[in-house]
């Protein structure tokens, strides 16, 4: 997998479940590995610690549920 195909399904599955996680939860973390749903988090560091937990050293992807599209920052290793 190349990298710009790197989390490319859960990037299109946000997309697909943005408007349905916007009502309760704008401004807080999803958690999504492959395409599933595996949490939703007040902030950044506790999304985060949990995909870890949940996910391991496999790719998982976490996003700031906003109207419109943040750039995304990832830092390895910020534990």
């Known amino acids: 997998m190349t990298d710009s195909n790197l ?9 697909k ?3 349905e996680l916007l009502p309760n939860n704008r401004g807080k973390w999803v958690l999504i590995y492959k395409e599933e749903i595996l949490g939703i988090f007040e902030s950044f ?9 949940q996910c ?14 943040k750039p995304i920052i990832f830092h390895h290793g910020v534990l």
């Open 7 to 15: 989390l490319s399904k859960e990037q299109e599955f946000f997309r």
């Open 17 to 19: 479940k943005r408007k």
């Open 45 to 53: 560091k506790n999304g985060l610690e949990q995909g870890y937990l």
């Open 56 to 69: 391991g050293d496999e790719p998982f992807l976490l996003r700031e549920i906003t109207r419109v599209d």
